[in-house]
């Protein structure tokens, strides 16, 4: 059964740091490039960061770019993806959602997905 579990969501204060995890299962998710979108109320789902399945190539918005920091684990049968968030502001409230695809791409067309987890950044 694929699974993809996020975590470490909650609400933190303009200036504050969260760590998102997900925990992907079911499948070889080492070989699979990774990704963690956000989706805010009233607005479409975004990448936010990408990481390839070796880590050696990543992405960001530019809107994180110098605040967040994406990273895995492929060490384990069960491959761990990370997003630390420093310095977080208002703007990047969302439900962040983790996804893998085979390719590594900057759409929204990735082939497996989590329930997302909630961030809240307060004034």
């Known amino acids: 059964q694929v699974q993809l579990v996020e975590s470490g969501g909650g609400l933190v204060q303009t200036g504050g740091s969260l760590r998102l995890s997900c925990a992907a299962s079911g499948l070889t998710f080492r070989t699979y490039a990774m990704a963690w979108f956000r989706q805010a109320p009233g607005k479409e789902r975004e990448s936010v960061a990408v990481?390839?399945?070796?880590?050696?190539?990543?992405?960001?918005v530019d809107s994180v770019k110098g605040r967040f920091t994406i990273s895995r684990d492929n060490a384990k049968n069960t491959v761990t993806v990370y997003l630390q968030m420093n310095s977080l502001k208002p703007e990047d409230t969302a439900v962040y959602y983790c996804a893998a695809n085979l390719r590594f791409r900057l759409d929204s067309q990735w082939d497996y997905w989590g329930q997302g987890t909630q961030v809240t950044v307060s004034s």
């Open positions: 990481i390839s399945y070796g880590g050696a190539t990543t992405y960001y």
